[in-house]
């Protein structure tokens, strides 16, 4: 016996992956059911009506509009005295930045703890 389906899949059109398991390619009944269900997931819609998976959404989004970062943080060694380098991250991307601490952060601790890095 043949039959014919007609489903939907839906992929990323910056990294290709499909959505949901890796393993297993989700397949739905209608366009709308698939949309549904990527959002659900953290899909975007991206510039030009792309599809965007959860993982290159925020990055596209970065790279178009710029960081968000945090502060910079000046952690404390397990001893306690100052690192030597500030750290800090985008809260959308989770890109990771450090740079030679500066004398004024090496003067005061602010909100940190020893061994903390955030």
Known sequence: ?????????????HCGDA????AFQAHYPTERSALAAAAEAGWRAGRGRRLLCSAC????TCEAD???FSRWRH?????GYPAL???RHCWRCC??????ATPAAAD???GTVAGEVW
């Open 66 to 68: 710029g960081h968000q």
């Open 75 to 79: 952690p404390a060694t397990a001893e």
């Open 1 to 13: 016996m043949i039959q014919v389906h007609t489903c939907v899949s839906i992929h990323c059109d």
């Open 95 to 100: 890109r990771h930045e450090s740079r030679p």
């Open 19 to 22: 959505l949901g398991n890796p």
């Open 85 to 87: 380098s500030e750290y």
């Open 57 to 60: 959404a925020p990055v596209l």
């Open 108 to 110: 005061g601790i602010e």
